[in-house]
């Protein structure tokens, strides 16, 4: 793989569903990417023909912009199989931004953008917090962002992500949205909010994957770069490999 290839489907890994807060990429929606001398070409693909058009939408114009800023030249974004696909692609080839409407929801879509972000922070706290409370017990509401840092590496770089993308700002490891510490007598009740949302992404994110295998099959020809092979679907943390006796039950979380 040339280097231009490899730089082309790490800007594409950049582009996340909105809904599943997961790389493009990982989930198989690229179906085919070519790099020339002064051109890019990507083709994605989605699980259904009736995938939500506000995401889908998202996700080209997503897919443009990161191909753009590589200054390779021209891009070309376009989406297969899909009912809205003419109107989407006519409207981020054409760098027309303003010209898709979908069912009466604004053009620019930045509150649903804004929306899917507070939801992946929020499924994105709960995996910190299931990794946390068998390592620090009825600390949890106490933890700093530093601490859990050192802790739990990974789930609170995913966490940190988020924050960041919704302009949060907060010393503490868990945060509402907007980026106040929750106290101790509303921890219990709003992680079991933030499991049902962790939940939900992860079972979407599921039924999506087994939907594009039904309709595609998996490892299709061309769904990569030659040569590449992509990274494997994100593993949601789910907590310590040893979870000392009542200390996940402590906030609900062994459940």
Known sequence: MSPAAAAAWAALGRVRDPELDQPITDLGFVASLRVEPGRIRAELQLPTYFCAPNFAWLMVADAHDELASLGGGR?????????????????????????????????????????????????????????????????????????????????????????????????SALCDERGARIPADRLPGWLRFARTVRVSVDGNATLCRGLLETRYGLARDGTTPAGTTPSGPARPVTGSAVEPPGAGRLYGLSR
């Open 75 to 171: 891009v070309e974004v376009v989406l297969l199989d899909h009912f809205a696909a003419e109107e989407i692609n006519a409207a981020v080839t054409g760098f027309d931004r303003t010209g898709f409407e979908t069912d009466g929801a604004d053009p620019a879509l930045d509150d649903l953008r804004a929306t899917f972000d507070r939801k992946a922070h929020t499924a994105a706290q709960e995996r910190l917090a299931r990794t946390l409370a068998p390592l620090v017990g009825e600390r949890l509401p106490e933890v700093t962002l530093e601490e859990a840092a050192r802790l739990a590496p990974d789930a609170t770089a995913a966490v940190v992500r988020r924050r960041a993308r919704l302009g949060l700002s907060s010393d």
